[in-house]
């Protein structure tokens, strides 16, 4: 059973964070290496630049944002089980910059994860 958490990058870094994973394709502003204390970056798993830009103007968009982004993750097996099989040995919390903790990236990311074989 994987324990995948999410937290805002912004967030202090706890003990029970476990790895923490930024899942943004930039470096989140204002924030500095020490203190966002993140062990792996996935940009890869992000979001493409093209999608956030549109998703940030159109933040009533959510259904077509989680369908496009979903279909961006497809080509991406082998990291979102690479990523799985952490979660599998140590929990794990996805790190994001996004403001609304409800509709973002990390949350579908993190939902995909969890529903691995």
């Known amino acids: 059973m994987s324990r995948i958490h999410l937290k ?3 967030d202090p870094a706890a003990h029970d964070d476990g790895l923490r994973v930024l899942v943004d394709r930039l470096w989140p502003r204002g924030v500095s290496k020490e203190r966002a204390a993140v062990d792996h970056w996935a940009k890869d798993l992000a979001p493409s630049s093209e999608l956030r830009r549109w998703f940030h103007r159109n933040p009533e968009a959510w259904d077509a944002f989680f369908a496009a982004y979903r279909a961006e993750l497809s080509g991406r097996d082998d990291d979102l089980r690479a990523l799985q099989r952490r979660a599998d ?3 794990i919390t996805l790190l994001y910059a996004a403001r609304d903790r409800e509709r973002n990236h990390a949350r579908i990311l993190s939902d995909l994860l ?4």
């Open 8 to 10: 805002r990058v912004y």
């Open 89 to 91: 040995q140590r929990p």
């Open 114 to 117: 969890e529903g691995l074989d």
